[in-house]
């Protein structure tokens, strides 16, 4: 069974300090690995897609890597506006089902 | 462009009773899905259509759930009789027919539903 696995489950950060989440997963045959971006009230929002290990994408002050084993969502310099559920999702083979984590509940401070 | 919608935001309905959500693609989406996420917990994947035909349903909990996309265009989830546990947010995604993106899923803001 597809498993994801989000730590932590909520981060604190003063504006301007840099962090990473992090996103572990277990899946046979992955297809991509999946950032999303969910406000209060609202759906998820997507950010990235990474298809291989090595691969990294960027979006402002976002930058997502995968390796065989985990993806991490670097996050340079945030702003208040930041702050979010950031979930991670995976899709296997050719099944489009997508499979989330809990998510990172991040807070950044003014 | 138009995202994902769904209709409503918001229902509250009494154990027993039927309630109907519908969800509106994103324009030229053959992919949409279902999902949903119950308290406390994560997304969990319901169904997948590919334009009216269903592709996938492993995630649909039982019998009470219906699903439909008749035209291919919007699609409907149907839950007769709600439970209690039926409560908590359903969420519509979809995702055009391109190969390349075709993986990349947009949401709809969902739509809370609370059975008392």
């Known amino acids: 069974e597809d498993q994801v696995t989000q730590s932590p489950e909520a981060l604190r950060l003063q504006e301007g300090e840099s962090s990473s989440l992090n996103c572990s997963y277990t899946?046979?045959?992955?297809?991509?690995l999946f950032w999303y971006r969910q406000d209060p009230g609202k759906g998820p929002e997507f950010l990235f897609t990474l298809y291989s290990a090595g691969e990294e994408k960027e979006k402002e002050r976002l930058k997502a890597t995968l390796t065989k084993k985990e993806s991490f969502l670097h996050i340079t310099a945030p702003k208040p506006e930041d702050s979010a559920t950031y979930l991670c999702a995976v899709s296997r083979g050719s099944a489009r089902q997508l499979t989330f984590g809990s998510g990172t509940q991040l807070t950044v401070l003014p | 462009e138009a995202g994902v919608t769904q209709f409503p935001s918001h229902s509250v309905i009494e154990k027993g009773q039927t309630v109907t959500l519908r969800c509106d693609p994103i324009?030229?989406?053959?992919?949409l899905y279902w999902y949903r996420r119950v308290m406390g917990k994560e997304i969990k994947f319901l169904l997948h259509?590919?334009?009216?035909?269903?592709?996938?349903e492993s995630g649909m909990p039982n019998n009470r759930f219906l699903a439909e996309r008749t035209g291919g265009t919007y699609s409907t989830l149907k839950v007769q009789p709600a439970e209690l546990e039926d409560s908590g947010v359903y969420f519509c995604a979809s995702s055009n027919r391109d190969r390349a993106s075709s993986y990349e899923q947009y949401f709809g803001p969902g739509t809370r539903l609370t059975v008392t």
């Open positions: 899946v046979s045959g992955l297809r991509g």
């Open positions: 324009s030229g989406h053959d992919n």
């Open positions: 259509f590919v334009k009216e035909s269903k592709q996938d």
